[in-house]
């Protein structure tokens, strides 16, 4: 079992940066993925970057490629995600989640999940 507290949103002018963490506790090695997801009103939540826990591979959505960054800190069981170049597109309530298996898929295939941290970008 792990458990995921998010913190670091807020509120940016467009071309700004934001550091998201996720901190996990518990069984840091129970889930071999963790990802970080979003989801702006109205639409549905959608997987932004991904990291492996064993490796440190990752993967990224299309349209954060070459803005942000995810990365691991074993040592402190923490995640994050360093957000540049901020567009009002950005716009979200941005989660960790994590899984046991691919670190590519669907909300509904990670079954854990932290409360959501809201980043507001203006223009």
């Known amino acids: 079992q792990v458990n995921l507290v998010e913190s670091g949103g807020g509120s940016v002018q467009a071309g700004g940066s934001l550091r998201l963490s996720c901190v996990a506790s518990?069984?840091?090695?129970?889930?071999?993925?963790i990802a970080w997801f979003r989801q702006a009103p109205g639409k549905e939540r959608e997987e932004v970057a991904g990291?492996?826990?064993?490796?440190?591979?990752?993967n990224y959505a299309d349209s954060v490629k070459d803005r942000f960054t995810i990365s691991l800190d074993a040592r402190k069981n923490t995640v994050y995600l360093q957000m540049n170049s901020l567009k009002p597109d950005d716009t979200a309530m941005y989660y960790c989640?994590?899984?046991?298996?691919?670190?590519?898929?669907?909300?509904?295939?990670?079954?854990?999940w932290g409360q959501g941290t809201q980043v507001n970008v203006s223009s």
């Open positions: 989640a994590s899984r046991f298996g691919r670190c590519t898929g669907a909300a509904e295939d990670f079954p854990t």
């Open positions: 518990g069984n840091f090695y129970a889930a071999n993925c």
């Open positions: 990291v492996y826990t064993a490796g440190g591979s990752t």
